[in-house]
């Protein structure tokens, strides 16, 4: 598997081999939200960074999911709307949300390593 990047909000993203994105939330975040129940995946098209792109409903909460990154989506996975709780069952897998074209690579660069996410985790736990 490729490197994994991380943002503060508990996404992570993987370049895949023909250059796109995939992302998806982390085992923080969809132990956090509960049993997923419900999906709302993003259009495709273009995105600014920080906007909202899906929503995620739990037993215990809804939380959006934002673009990490300017890009357009390419592609949604389709498979969650009719099993929800792919996102906790396997989130770094089967659970994945979009892929995306971002529009500035040096963007993925910038974001949290798997050490620096870990760090970060124990930081707000800490706090």
Not at 68 to 92: D, K
């Amino acid at each position: 598997m490729s490197e994994l990047r991380f943002t503060v909000d508990h996404e992570w993203l993987r370049v895949d081999q023909d250059g796109l994105i995939t992302v998806g939330v982390t085992h923080f975040a969809q132990d956090a939200l509960g049993d997923v129940v419900f999906v709302q995946l993003p259009e495709a098209g273009d995105y600014e960074q920080g906007a909202e792109v899906a929503v995620l409903e739990s037993v215990k909460a809804a939380s959006s999911i934002v673009m990490p990154m300017a890009g357009e989506v390419i592609a949604v996975n389709a498979t969650l709307e009719e099993t929800p709780e792919l996102v906790n069952q396997a989130p770094l897998t089967e659970g994945w949300f979009f892929r995306m074209r971002a529009a500035d690579m040096s963007a993925f660069d910038s974001l949290m390593d798997e050490s620096a996410y870990a760090r970060f985790l124990t930081a707000t736990a800490d706090a």
